[in-house]
C-alpha cells in the first residue's frame, strides 16, 4: 500500500491518529494505528485502532455499535501523524460523551466537565467490556 510508504510509524510500529468530526470539526478522540490497523480502516471504511492495553486490533463501536464512519484520511508533514474525519455513530467516549475530550481546565477553578452524556455507558458496555473500567 503506497499510503504505508509515506508514513513514519514509531518503534512500536504505531501511529497517532487524531479523530475530528467531519461536519462540526471537534476532536472526538485520539488512538494509535498500526499498519494493519491503517489497512483495515482503508478496506471497511470505519476506523480500526491498535489496542495498547490489549495488543489487539479494534474496529471502534464493535461493542458499543458507536462506529466511525471514515471521510477523509490526511496525514501531517512530517509523515508521523494521521488526522481522520469521520461520521460519529453515537458516542466516541467510553465514559458516554461524544468526544473524550470533555474535561476542560480553568487556573480558577480547576477541572470542569463541560459537555453532557449522549449515551450512558452501564446500557452499552458490559463491566468487563467497558475499556475505562
Known amino acids: 500500500m503506497l499510503l504505508l510508504k509515506k508514513l513514519k510509524f514509531d518503534s512500536n510500529n504505531l501511529i ?3 479523530i475530528q468530526d467531519y461536519q462540526t470539526g471537534e476532536v472526538l478522540m485520539l ?3 498500526s499498519p494493519e490497523a491503517l489497512k483495515t480502516t482503508i478496506e471497511k471504511g470505519k476506523v480500526c ?3 495498547r492495553a490489549r ?3 479494534w474496529v471502534k463501536g464493535e461493542t458499543s455499535g458507536h462506529v466511525q464512519i471514515v471521510k477523509e484520511i490526511r496525514y501531517d508533514c512530517d509523515g508521523d501523524t494521521l488526522l481522520i474525519t469521520v461520521e460519529q455513530k453515537g458516542g466516541a467516549c467510553h465514559l458516554g460523551y ?3 475530550f470533555f474535561t476542560k481546565y480553568e487556573s480558577r477553578k480547576g477541572s470542569i466537565i463541560d459537555k453532557e452524556k449522549v449515551f450512558n ?3 452499552v458496555y458490559r463491566k468487563e467490556n467497558n475499556p475505562g473500567g
Open 16 to 18: 497517532p491518529a487524531i
Open 31 to 33: 488512538g494509535y494505528m
Open 49 to 51: 485502532f491498535y489496542s
Open 55 to 57: 495488543k489487539k486490533l
Open 98 to 100: 461524544k468526544s473524550c
Open 121 to 123: 455507558p452501564n446500557d
